[in-house]
């Protein structure tokens, strides 16, 4: 190494302090990119390109970041970087530079494979808005971090990341399993991440496993994590309904076991059992079941009076709690089916804007709502339905809020509520629910889908929007190429 190239890197370094702002940085940058020949030492020249980097990140020049990192993935050695790698990277994307965040990162991983700097590659892509990129890119951080020794927190910061957002996809399914699997001796936080999102998928033995995770982690009542699990657990209960399945119910179940105090987790188990039957029933069975579940839930009693009133023509049923629960105020998510009730009769009657105004009241409590009854989504469709054209706006309304607040199917699934939508004209709340019906594997919902999408795109076209139109086009003919190829198979 010669002499002048030592005194032109000190030179360089002195010049980038010698200001603050970006002053120094513009002095020293071009002294820094006349050091950056390959060939040299490898601790000089990682010191001469770091430095080139400082400064154009400091200048904004995206430019020379990327010529720089250029340089930066061909240099062997020259010392471990990745802390100063992952800061520059952070400046750059809290700049808005993203891709040359990804560049930099990516020029890292091809200096110097670790499964550190695999997980920045991927979380710079997926700031990039690359999500498949970052999909690939986090499977690589998992793979290197089983040969690495001290990377397992990688393995599972990347797996949880995967679990998060792949969730719905049926055909991947088997990986976010596995990916879930493989957090049982993550840290808690870890677990509560990778469980969560277990809970959003379509796969009720995908949930189970998240459930699972809850139940391992509301072993501990004494920490907020085993209690903010244990809560979410009930929760989830809450929100599936008569849709819970077995399997989820009994890790539920395991869950509920961990309630300290004795009389707490006996009401529990029995409200979760009584749910349970309720799921698992049809017809007259069904609605003693429902009565029957009043005894173990005294305040839905009032709701399940008014129901069977209603539904026996008999007027909005009677408002008188159950004799076991005192007078006040119900829940969010009580108040919410009894707005149903209000406005089923409302409606039956004719009386339009009395029923509009209680479903616009409905729409408002569903964000307050823990779940989200039967009675709510019967109003919503029974508006979708009718010829008054205040009542069918509010009507579509709640259905926006009720998608919005749950991915739990509605009682006759989101294939019915996306044609109910339709015939309401709102194509674009109508591809919403055929979604989510595709997601949640409902049969015909990817045809039907792929129809809604065309019908969506050619409209995008009436409009003017030939870019919109283009790419839903292009979505749908992918749905509906992909049914008829797997019809003549």
Not at 116 to 123: E, N, Q, T, V
Not at 199 to 228: D, P
Not at 260 to 268: G, I, L, N, T, V
Request: with cysteine; glycine share 10%; net charge neutral.
């Amino acid at each position: 190494m010669a002499i002048l190239d030592v005194v032109g890197l000190e030179t360089a370094e002195r010049l980038e302090r010698s200001t603050t702002g970006s002053g120094g940085a513009r002095f020293a940058l071009p002294v820094y990119k006349r050091l950056l020949v390959r060939g040299q030492d490898a601790g000089f020249s990682a010191r001469a390109a770091l430095g080139a980097l400082r400064c154009a990140v400091r200048l904004g020049d995206e430019a020379e970041v990327e010529n720089t990192a250029a340089f930066w993935s061909t240099l062997v050695g020259g010392g471990e970087h990745l802390a100063a790698i992952i800061e520059l990277c952070s400046r750059l994307g809290a700049a808005g530079a993203r891709w040359s965040a990804v560049a930099l990162a990516r020029a890292e991983t091809e200096r110097e494979p670790r499964a550190r700097a695999l997980y920045l590659f991927a979380r710079c892509l997926e700031l990039a808005g690359d999500g498949e990129g970052a999909f690939e890119a986090f499977g690589r951080a998992i793979e290197r971090a089983g040969k690495e020794s001290g990377a397992e927190d990688v393995a599972l910061a990347a797996r949880a990341w995967r679990v998060e957002r792949t969730l719905g996809e049926r055909s991947i399914e088997p990986l976010t399993i596995k990916d879930a699997q493989a957090a049982v001796d993550a840290p808690p936080a870890v677990q509560l991440v990778i469980g969560l999102g277990c809970m959003r998928a379509s796969s009720r033995f995908v949930r189970a496993s998240g459930l699972s995770l809850l139940e391992v982690l509301s072993r501990n009542q004494t920490t907020s994590i085993g209690r903010l699990a244990l809560r979410l657990a009930a929760e989830h209960a809450d929100a599936l309904g008569d849709n819970l399945t077995p399997l989820e119910a009994d890790r539920i179940a395991a869950a509920l076991g961990h309630v300290p105090d004795d009389k707490a987790r006996a009401e529990a188990l029995a409200r979760l059992a009584a749910a349970q039957k309720i799921a698992s029933s049809t017809g007259d069975a069904q609605a003693e079941a429902i009565v029957a579940a009043s005894e173990v839930a005294p305040e839905i009693f009032p709701l399940v009076c008014r129901a069977r009133a209603v539904l026996s023509g008999g007027g909005q049923g009677s408002y008188a709690p159950h004799p076991a629960v005192a007078e006040g105020e119900p829940s969010p998510s009580l108040r919410l089916a009894s707005l149903g009730l209000d406005a089923v009769v409302a409606l039956e009657r004719g009386r339009g804007r009395d029923a509009a105004a209680v479903l616009s009241e409905a729409a408002r409590v569903v964000p307050e709502a823990s779940s989200i009854l039967p009675p709510a989504w019967t109003a919503a469709r029974a508006a979708l339905a009718s010829k008054d054209l205040v009542a069918r706006d509010a009507g579509v309304q709640l259905v926006e809020s009720l998608l919005e607040a749950t991915k739990a199917p509605p009682p006759r699934g989101f294939s019915s509520l996306a044609g109910a939508l339709r015939r309401a004209g709102r194509g674009d709340l109508a591809v919403r629910a055929a979604r989510a019906a595709n997601a949640a594997g409902e049969p015909g919902a990817r045809e039907e889908l792929g129809a809604l999408l065309r019908d969506e795109g050619w409209r995008l076209a009436g409009r003017g929007d030939r870019e919109g139109a283009i790419a839903v086009l292009r979505e749908a003919k992918g749905l509906l190429t992909g049914e008829a190829s797997a019809k003549k198979r």
